[in-house]
């Protein structure tokens, strides 16, 4: 096979991450740019609201400097997580993550300023500059979570803080994804079969009982080597989420991941429930499952295995596209179009590698493609990851399409 086709094969399931940035001097750029905005920010410190015309400069100054600064972090976030083991791609992370915090205790001040003024001052603004429209929505939730904004000394310690705050989510990606080793498991005619994150779930679909509980223990077994580690960085964790939560005046962490969406407890609360008051009819599928498959006990490495034995089916990456294009049909040509554009334009990283962030994830800054990282192995639940990551996707491409860059995100009922 020649040079140039085995290059065409290996970018073919590659995310074309590097059109971020076509010179790696363009990162460099954007964290200057970030850092240098953040001071002409902090440079207009105490007369933010004096008048429309001030409120807009600094809004739109906020504006640029978190979009150089998103970017150049989505950036080096998606490179440390081609191969977490990289130090290149550790440290170029860790430096973004560093001046996401330094701009953020840079303009610490800029909210508990904006609240010193009252919101119908505020929201007046915008009948005098018509350019402030586009933040109304935004300025009415700044207004609406006020009991919880902190005084600008306070801010700015949490906003230095935030690296240690975020600390245990780093310790958890290397010691999952860069550390861990599964080897090899047994299957049922004694053969040994390759065991990671991405054929784990694969093994426990099968219909080889031995295959199933051998890659069930070695999993926990692997885990549980690490257990005391694993558990104090949960508590880390934890703790790190209450305190932020009581700090800023919250009954509990809960409440505090749930308002920044504007979700009230009671539907939190209620989407339990309704999962709770269907419970009896899962334990109704679990004895049915128990009988069919022909087991005394049921265990948990048995729960995904097939009631009736079929011809396990490998579906090849390119089919599985075929399949979501089709399934998809019903959205529309347009719809397809797109999807099928992002397919062929590197949205997606496909194949499991070692040291690759496990699972998968939609992801991209706001002016990047919304890229997509997947652990592919072949199976028909890999399809599914597929379409539903995609979906997520292509919410992206239309909302960066449609909304300003402060509209950006995903609220969390697009989980």
Not at 41 to 53: H, R, V, Y
């Amino acid at each position: 096979m020649a040079q140039t086709e085995r290059k065409d094969i290996a970018e073919k399931y590659k995310w074309d991450i590097e059109s971020m940035y076509p010179d790696p001097a363009g990162w460099e750029a954007d964290i200057e740019k970030a850092l240098a905005l953040a001071k002409e920010l902090a440079a207009l410190k105490g007369s933010i609201a004096k008048d429309a015309e001030s409120l807009e400069k600094a809004l739109r100054i906020h504006d640029d400097m978190w979009l150089a600064a998103e970017h150049a972090y989505v950036y080096s976030r998606m490179k440390r997580d081609e191969d977490n083991r990289v130090e290149k791609y550790q440290a170029m992370n860790a430096r973004a993550q560093g001046v996401l915090a330094r701009i953020s205790s840079l303009t610490s001040f800029f909210i508990p300023e904006l609240l010193e003024s009252s919101e119908e001052k505020v929201l007046s603004f915008i009948s005098e500059n018509s350019d402030l429209a586009i933040y109304e929505h935004l300025l009415k939730d700044v207004f609406r979570k006020k009991d919880h904004v902190l005084s600008e000394a306070e801010e700015n310690i949490i906003a230095q803080f935030s690296e240690v705050i975020g600390a245990s989510s780093d310790v958890f990606t290397m010691l999952n994804n860069a550390d861990i080793d599964f080897g090899t498991i047994k299957d049922g005619s004694g053969d040994d079969v390759p065991m990671s994150h991405g054929n784990y779930v694969n093994h426990l679909r099968s219909d080889d009982r031995v295959l199933r509980k051998n890659a069930y223990e070695k999993m926990y077994e692997t885990f549980s080597s690490l257990i005391n580690t694993i558990a104090a960085n949960y508590s880390a964790n934890v703790k790190a989420n209450v305190t932020s939560a009581k700090i800023r005046g919250y009954k509990n962490a809960r409440s505090a991941s749930l308002a920044q969406d504007n979700v009230p407890d009671a539907v939190y609360d209620r989407l339990v429930s309704a999962v709770n008051e269907e419970l009896p009819t899962l334990h109704r599928y679990i004895e049915l499952k128990k009988k069919l498959l022909g087991t005394d006990e049921l265990f948990m490495y048995d729960v995904y295995a097939p009631v009736i034995k079929i011809e396990e089916e490998k579906i090849p990456y390119e089919e599985a596209v075929e399949i979501v294009k089709k399934a998809l049909a019903p959205m529309g040509e347009e719809y397809v179009s797109r999807l099928s554009g992002g397919f062929d334009d590197g949205w997606v990283d496909v194949m499991e590698n070692t040291g690759k962030t496990s699972g998968a994830y939609s992801f991209g800054s706001y002016d990047s493609k919304p890229f997509v990282l997947l652990n592919y192995t072949d199976s028909l639940d890999d399809v599914f990851t597929v379409i539903h990551e995609m979906g997520h996707s292509m919410h992206s491409s239309y909302t960066r399409e449609n909304q300003p860059f402060i509209y950006g995100g995903h609220s969390i009922f697009t989980a």
